[in-house]
């Protein structure tokens, strides 16, 4: 028996290798089932999708439980008085009365401090999360959780020229749009006129031409705040449809015509937990426009660039081998391309530069960490004791001054929430450099 949130995309090719075990085609669910059938546990390591669910095996006894490789679908758990409950939100089972509703401090300590590398507390203490890209089985005698992925940079692609990294970067990308184009439904995409959405639109609506399903767009503009419009470039995609014979049914949410505080109580209820995202009731609007359009399937580029841009970490392979000038050059770059030169250049500086010492310090690299300590300090200022005290892990803990008046600022679980924040400020091992930098000697 299986419970599950799937979308599988190789399923052509799980048909092939399960053979009669299932029937072709056949529910996402039932895949994930036969695929259980034929590999037991080792199941995961021949699915691709988006993908939550647990299996119970009367054989064995026991529950299997999985999750996708990034945490695209949501499983939450509880354990208590011999009892294992899950659900795909941590406030089902809370409302259903299977795990007590209580708060969990150092979750609440966590998202104040912008810490989000715990992968497994939730706002309710007695809640878990299963985290990407692991599977639990639960005995009548325990559990047992195990990892059963993780990215490897192999280097690879670092022998393919600019033109054929090109042609296989488009070749991905069509395919992972593809794999989410699944519906008889309406297909729906956000378009900001950013790159990334721009591109998914674009994509998803050729490859919709072969089929019936209109191509539905949400975007939020802002009339009245035209620095923030960027209908213009929507209009280029628009127009690029209509050349191409898919003309976009587009639909527009003024933007400034509401503000984040107004849907703030209905985002949290839904969430069940508090969100850090400003201006996520501007995507919250379009999702709703896009229910009552009958989309059902809603693509989005966010942070798409991110992923295929090297990212501002370039600043930190640049000044760990030693080249702080390209790295000043690239700061004042971005700082001017952005618009705000000093706040920009203070908030790199702080996050990707004087982490530097720490990173070289941590590695064994003990005089270059203390030439990279000096660099910071004669660029970007600071305490020289300060600093140096840092990076020997011997500075004293100080309050958080922004929380000051807050009670709970000062319980011993926020104050070690704030130490171990500050350990980590320095990395414990050097970058992983990547095609855009070079690895130092």
């Keep these: 028996m299986i419970a599950g949130d799937c979308r599988i995309d190789n399923r052509e090719e799980l048909y092939r290798s399960l053979g009669d075990l299932v029937e072709v085609p056949c529910a996402d669910s039932a895949l994930v089932l036969a695929a259980y059938e034929r590999w037991g546990g080792d199941c995961v390591d021949h699915l691709i999708g988006d993908f939550a669910f647990a299996i119970f095996d009367p054989g064995k006894h026991e529950l299997f439980c999985a999750r996708d490789h990034f945490g695209a679908k949501p499983f939450c758990y509880t354990r208590q008085d011999g009892h294992f409950a899950f659900a795909s939100e941590a406030k089902a089972l809370v409302v259903a009365g299977l795990a007590p509703d209580e708060v969990d401090e150092a979750r609440i300590a966590d998202f104040l401090l912008m810490q989000l590398d715990e992968k497994e507390s939730t706002f309710h203490r007695h809640v878990r999360r299963l985290p990407p890209a692991h599977v639990m089985v639960v005995r009548h005698d325990g559990v047992?959780?195990?990892?059963?992925?993780?990215?490897?940079?192999?280097?690879?692609?670092?022998?393919?020229?600019?033109?054929?990294?090109?042609?296989?970067?488009?070749a991905l990308f069509e395919q992972?749009?593809?794999?989410?184009?699944?519906?008889?439904?309406?297909?729906?995409?956000?378009?900001?006129?950013?790159?990334?959405?721009?591109?998914?639109?674009?994509?998803?609506?050729?490859?919709?031409?072969?089929?019936?399903?209109?191509?539905?767009?949400?975007?939020?503009?802002?009339?009245?705040?035209?620095?923030?419009?960027?209908?213009?470039?929507?209009?280029?995609?628009?127009?690029?449809?209509?050349a191409e014979g898919r003309p976009l049914r587009r639909h527009l949410f003024q933007g400034d015509s509401t503000g984040p505080l107004e849907v703030i109580d209905e985002i949290t209820r839904s969430l069940g937990a508090p969100s850090s995202a400003a201006n996520l009731y501007q995507p919250w609007q379009m999702l709703r426009m896009a229910r009552d359009a009958g989309v059902r399937v809603m693509l989005g580029g966010h942070d798409g660039d991110t992923v295929v841009s090297h990212g501002f970490a370039v600043l930190t392979e640049l000044a760990v081998a030693g080249r702080w000038d390209d790295a000043d050059r690239q700061l004042a770059?971005?700082?001017?391309?952005?618009?705000?030169?000093?706040?920009?250049?203070?908030?790199?500086?702080?996050?990707?530069?004087?982490?530097?010492?720490?990173?070289?310090?941590?590695?064994?690299?003990?005089?270059?960490?203390?030439?990279?300590?000096?660099?910071?300090?004669?660029?970007?200022?600071?305490?020289?004791?300060?600093?140096?005290?840092?990076?020997?892990?011997?500075?004293?803990p100080q309050a958080h001054r922004g929380l000051a008046s807050v009670s709970f600022a000062g319980s011993a679980v926020f104050r070690a929430r704030q130490a171990r924040r500050r350990a980590r400020r320095w990395a414990p091992a050097l970058p992983r450099i990547t095609s855009a930098g070079s690895t130092p000697g």
């Excluded at 297909?187 to 191509?215: C, E, I, K, N, Q």
């Excluded at 706040?343 to 960490?369: N, Q």
């Design 176 to 242: 992972a749009v593809a794999c989410r184009l699944r519906s008889v439904h309406p297909v729906g995409s956000f378009l900001s006129g950013g790159l990334d959405s721009s591109a998914v639109t674009v994509v998803a609506s050729r490859l919709l031409a072969s089929s019936a399903l209109p191509m539905d767009t949400f975007s939020a503009v802002f009339p009245e705040e035209t620095r923030s419009d960027e209908s213009a470039w929507m209009t280029l995609v628009e127009q690029q449809a209509q």
């Design 333 to 396: 770059e971005i700082g001017t391309l952005l618009g705000n030169y000093e706040g920009v250049r203070k908030s790199l500086a702080r996050t990707y530069l004087r982490t530097v010492p720490g990173h070289l310090w941590r590695a064994g690299h003990y005089l270059r960490a203390l030439r990279a300590l000096e660099q910071v300090f004669r660029r970007y200022g600071g305490s020289r004791k300060t600093m140096l005290l840092e990076l020997l892990g011997r500075r004293k």
């Design 144 to 170: 047992e959780m195990r990892r059963y992925w993780r990215p490897v940079a192999d280097g690879s692609g670092a022998q393919l020229s600019d033109e054929d990294a090109a042609t296989r970067f488009r």
